[in-house]
């Protein structure tokens, strides 16, 4: 299973990206979508989810900067990130936590570079 993420660029500090990462319909309508980012030389975090039913999480760095929304109808999550600072440079990756009665599983997008210039 591929998740197909885009969107990332260079942007200056103050910007705003938003990415979007496309799944499977299959996998999207049985999973909550999150977004992950990994900076140099730190581990992967996971900054943004949204369930199924729509309710989302956002990590504590992040919260009133991003906003994480999915479209259903295309099988889409979104990161819409504004007021970037240069510590949001990284890759993003989506990411799909999928439930069915006979498998759970995550499937990963290939990751897109952030880079937040000063």
């Known amino acids: 299973v591929q998740l197909q993420a885009s969107g990332g660029g260079l942007v200056q500090s103050g910007g705003s990206l938003r990415l979007s990462c496309a799944a499977p319909?299959?996998?999207?309508?049985?999973?909550?979508m999150e977004w992950y980012r990994q900076a140099p030389g730190r581990q992967r975090e996971l900054v943004a989810k949204?369930?199924?039913?729509?309710?989302?999480n956002y990590a504590d760095s992040v919260k009133g900067r991003f906003t994480i929304s999915r479209d259903n109808a295309k099988n889409t999550v979104y990161l819409q990130i504004s007021s970037l600072k240069p510590e949001d440079t990284g890759v993003y990756y989506c990411?799909?936590?999928?439930?069915?009665?006979?498998?759970?599983?995550?499937?990963w997008g290939q990751g897109t570079q952030v880079t937040v210039s000063s």
């Open positions: 319909g299959s996998v999207f309508s049985r999973s909550a």
């Open positions: 990411a799909a936590d999928f439930v069915s009665p006979d498998v759970v599983a995550r499937y």
């Open positions: 949204i369930t199924r039913g729509g309710g989302t």
